[in-house]
């Protein structure tokens, strides 16, 4: 049920800051990471004191994934390949009378339709438990989020700002890795369970969206912290190897490549602050690597 918060959830973070420098430990010049919320509106990066200077001061900029993929036909057509049910199965068929019940009730709230309307059902009948909590999450955090340019994405606009200047992008893991990462390793009956909860936990969920939301505008990341650490003691807590899958493998990944990216050129480093905290976080791993991490104010 945390796919909103462990996914699309992208600060959190100990001293209520969004971009850190990093420097020493061999580096000649500095670099720089910033805490991104991945469905915020471009404007906010004015909201970031000293983004556009570590921006200038930098040499390339690197990003989850270089947004260029996203225009890929082929890596476009696997990830929707994996987000589809196949073999004839739909969720109207996998799901119980009481189940698709909830379901409908949640796309209501959320959309104003269900799978009883034709339009509802060829769209999101055939695809995966995971891939529909994937989109309810993100739904749920665009409530919060009104301003929001899907063709502008909040990511993809430092790599638009270093494209513009001549610097190079790059990405620390592929879109094919992504969807391996988000739709391809959980059983069904998890997937199932976790749609589940999240149907269950409507209102704790959007509260927990909204809440989410405000902290990151406000640049509260003590507060986001808060609303990551929340969990309801049951089994809709994400468990210790989805975490693992979502978060902190992905975080050494990271920190076994940022110093050779660092010590090519000195780079603006835009990845979801869910990444950034915590004694797995990045900005840890940076500092017990012996980098020298601070806050830009």
């Known amino acids: ?47 970031i ?4 200077d570590a921006l200038n001061n930098t040499e390339q900029v690197c990003g989850e994934l270089d947004m260029t993929e996203m225009m890929n036909p082929e890596k476009l057509m696997n990830m929707q390949k994996a987000m589809m049910l196949g073999d004839g199965a739909t969720l109207s068929t996998l799901l119980n009378e009481e189940q698709l ?36 999450s993100l739904l749920m955090a665009l409530k919060h989020s009104p301003d929001f340019d899907m063709t502008n994405p909040f990511d993809g ?24 990462t988000l739709y391809k390793g959980t059983s069904m009956e ?22 989410l939301a405000k902290a990151y505008y406000t640049q509260n990341l003590d507060s986001i912290k808060e609303v990551m ?10 468990t210790d190897e989805e975490n693992d899958r979502l978060i902190y493998n992905r975080n050494r990944n990271w920190l076994a490549q940022m110093p050779m990216i660092m010590k090519q050129k000195p780079t603006f480093f835009a990845v979801g ?11 840890e791993g940076l500092r017990k690597a012996g980098y020298t991490v601070t806050g830009v104010k």
């Open 190 to 211: 998890r997937q199932m369970e976790r749609l589940m909860c999240l149907c269950d936990n409507y209102d704790y969920m959007y509260m927990l969206a909204e809440r």
């Open 101 to 136: 019940a909830k379901l409908n009730s949640t796309l209501n709230k959320l959309m104003g339709a269900d799978l009883t309307n034709p339009m509802v059902k060829m769209q999101l009948d055939n695809i995966t438990p995971a891939a529909l909590e994937t989109q309810l």
């Open 49 to 52: 004191s000293g983004v556009y």
């Open 273 to 283: 602050a869910a990444h950034l905290v915590g004694e797995k976080g990045v900005i």
């Open 157 to 180: 606009y430092f790599q638009k700002l270093a494209q513009q200047e001549g610097k190079p992008v790059k990405g620390l893991e592929t879109l094919d890795f992504q969807t391996e």
């Open 1 to 47: 049920m945390f796919t909103l918060l462990l996914v699309t959830a992208a600060a959190v973070g100990a001293n209520a800051q969004l971009l850190y420098r990093i420097s020493g430990n061999g580096l000649s010049q500095d670099s720089y990471i910033v805490g991104t919320f991945h469905i915020a509106p471009v404007s906010f990066a004015d909201s």
């Open 229 to 238: 650490d929340e969990k309801l003691n049951t089994s809709c807590d994400a």
